[in-house]
């Protein structure tokens, strides 16, 4: 089993930023490609970025590219979520998401999930 807890969510204005982080405990962290998600209400959880094991290969929807950034410490057992020019349409409940050994771009390839963290972006 692998625990996952997001943190770092809150209430921003359009343009600014946010960190999320995502603390892993349980299996070894760097066996696990890592994944950020975020659901808006009514609206299907979709992906918005994943890391590969090592950090070296990165991946982003294209709603983000540009905007966040996605890293991992391997030594801490995180994983980092930074956004930059938030935006009224980025706000979501973030959450983060362990895959076995690969990165995945679809919620279904992903093996554990954190609780969530609410963000929101004001116009």
């Known amino acids: 089993q692998v625990q996952l807890v997001e943190s770092g969510g809150g209430l921003v204005q359009a343009g600014g930023s946010l960190r999320l982080s995502c603390a892993a405990s349980g299996r070894t962290f760097s066996d696990y490609a890592m994944g950020w998600f975020r659901q808006a209400p009514t609206k299907e959880r979709d992906f918005v970025a994943a890391i590969s094991l090592s950090g070296a290969a990165t991946a982003y929807a294209n709603s983000v590219k540009g905007r966040f950034t996605i890293s991992r410490d391997n030594a801490k057992n995180t994983v980092y979520l930074q956004m930059n020019s938030l935006k009224p349409e980025d706000t979501a409940v973030y959450y983060c998401?362990?895959?076995?050994?690969?990165?995945?771009?679809?919620?279904?390839?992903?093996?554990?999930w954190g609780q969530g963290t609410q963000v929101t972006v004001s116009s």
């Open positions: 998401a362990a895959k076995w050994l690969s990165m995945g771009g679809t919620k279904e390839e992903y093996n554990y």
